[in-house]
């Protein structure tokens, strides 16, 4: 245990407190290890504030361009990597305020007025989130725009693979529309982030430590300064209000979910059990050990990593549950798992889309596959329905076929053409290539309704990258 030191001279808190904090406290509550990552955003805080402190005649012109003097001084330090953080820096806020104050003297000194550090740290945080929400879309985006291409190649080559349920064979579907269901997940994470977006884009600035000001600032100014949509309606909510950070992390999530699927799904592909794809050098790994591995390590990462983002989601919404109005010190947790979920998030798309882009197919596998016998069982089945045999009837016939050849009784296509209600019309379903033509209703798996489809997706994508850039603005 360290006692308290002598001098408390340094803390934001100094008038109150006779000594300083001990070193547990500071090495326990200290923020600034990830927080220092939001400078930019404190900067643009503290320029908003105090030219709103000008603004409404609470600083002079004067003073004020000396504050934004000396943070624009702290900004050339801050990106040179030449700030000096000393040990009392217990946030990235208390150093910007000291550093500006040891540069502007009693000007500096003002800086603070009427504000918080309750109030400034979520202002900060959520222009972070405004700037990542755009990023992490665009990068979603290039991942549909890769899966699109590949999607479009394989289509043009009517490559095509057996679809599953149960991860067992079910009925041969293209390529493309395998690819393009990728796709219209991660348009559903593009809507989720910009939605999300909504809730980030509101300034806190000017709702104080929790109740507002009895000086006359204006929180519509500083909205507009910072280029916010919305401005805060309720201080109490607005300085413990963590639900945008929530949503985000969810949007996240969800993104990690789903390169997860993508991931999974690559590990068989790439396997030699399934053979349907090969990774790129680049995007594979060997082992140290067994010479002859090649391993689709990024697949199994992305299946991976959504296990850590899902925990920092679930560790968020355990952080806010319970809290009672208005700040507690516990909303400082609310940055270490959008930090660490938007990195991994982002590495991850760019990842996937690099192994996706660059792998080859191999088509002559997927078909091979699809081809077998079996995957025509359904087509068979509809064959008997045209004719006007009730559906589970028709499904029992075909069912005991399939049984018959599995057992040796012959070949699928034999017993098929031999049966009296099917017969040799039926038993061309089974020829290959054939099955994938039959199914030819909207968002069907056939080459012809996955025309459409691209057709709405492409749409679609225009929808996406117009409102992504739209965000970024
Ligand atoms: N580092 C803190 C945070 O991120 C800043 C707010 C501290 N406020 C306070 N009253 N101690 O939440």
């Given at each position: 245990m360290t006692a308290n030191?002598?001098?408390?001279?340094?803390?934001?808190?100094?008038?109150?407190?006779?000594g300083g904090p001990s070193d547990e406290l500071m090495a326990y509550t200290v923020s600034l290890p990830f927080d220092r990552l939001l400078w930019r955003e404190d900067i643009a805080c503290s320029r908003a504030h105090v030219k709103g402190l000008a603004h409404v005649g609470i600083l002079s012109v004067d003073e004020c361009d000396s504050v934004l003097a000396a943070l624009s001084a702290v900004e050339s330090e801050m990106s040179s990597g030449a700030f000096a953080f000393v040990?009392?820096?217990?946030?990235i806020h208390t150093a910007i305020e000291r550093r500006v104050t040891e540069l502007s003297g009693a000007a500096g000194a003002?800086?603070?007025?009427?504000?918080s550090r309750n109030d400034q740290s979520v202002t900060g945080f959520r222009l972070w989130c405004k700037s990542q929400i755009p990023m992490v879309a665009r990068r979603v985006i290039a991942l549909q725009e890769a899966l699109l291409q590949r999607a479009d190649e394989s289509a043009s080559k009517g490559a095509y693979l057996p679809g599953y349920t149960h991860v067992q064979r079910a009925q041969p579907v293209m390529l493309a529309h395998h690819l393009m269901a990728h796709c219209w997940a991660l348009g559903r994470d593009v809507d989720r982030l910009l939605d999300a977006l909504e809730r980030v884009d509101v300034s806190p600035l000017g709702?104080?430590?929790?109740a507002g000001s009895?000086?006359?600032?204006?929180p519509e100014w500083t909205a507009r300064e910072l280029g916010f949509t919305a401005v805060f309606d309720n201080s109490l909510d607005v300085v413990s209000d963590r639900d945008f950070a929530a949503e985000f992390l969810f949007s996240l999530s969800m993104i990690a979910v789903h390169l997860s699927r993508i991931g999974e799904e690559w590990v068989l592909w790439t396997s030699e059990e399934f053979g349907f794809a090969t990774l790129d050098d680049a995007y594979a790994t060997g082992s140290s050990m067994l010479p002859q591995k090649k391993n689709a390590d990024i697949a199994e990462l992305a299946r991976g990593k959504a296990g850590r983002v899902i925990g920092g989601l679930t560790g968020l919404l355990a952080t806010l549950?319970?809290?009672?109005?208005?700040?507690?010190?516990?909303?400082?947790?609310?940055?270490e798992p959008l930090f660490d979920a938007v990195e991994q998030v982002s590495l991850g798309l760019a990842a996937i889309e690099g192994m996706i882009a660059t792998a080859t197919f191999r088509y002559d596998s997927m078909q091979q596959a699809a081809d077998?016998?079996?995957?025509?069982a359904t087509d068979l089945a509809e064959f008997l329905v045209r004719s006007g045999v009730p559906f589970r009837d028709a499904h029992a016939v075909v069912g005991a076929l399939v049984r018959r050849s599995l057992a040796g009784d012959g070949a699928l296509v034999d017993l098929v053409a031999s049966e009296s209600s099917l017969g040799p019309e039926a038993a061309?379903?089974?020829?290959?290539?054939v099955g994938v033509t039959m199914r030819t209703t909207?968002?069907?798996?056939?080459p012809g309704v996955v025309k459409d489809q691209r057709e709405r997706l492409e749409h679609r994508l225009a929808a996406w990258r117009a409102a992504v850039q739209q965000a970024s603005r």
């Open positions: 030191t002598p001098d408390a001279g340094n803390t934001l808190w100094h008038g109150r407190f006779a040990p009392s820096d217990e946030d003002k800086l603070h007025t009427g504000r709702a104080g430590a929790l009895s000086l006359p600032l204006d549950k319970g809290l009672p109005l208005s700040y507690n010190r516990d909303l400082q947790e609310d940055k077998a016998p079996t995957m025509a061309r379903l089974i020829e290959a290539g909207r968002g069907g798996a056939g």
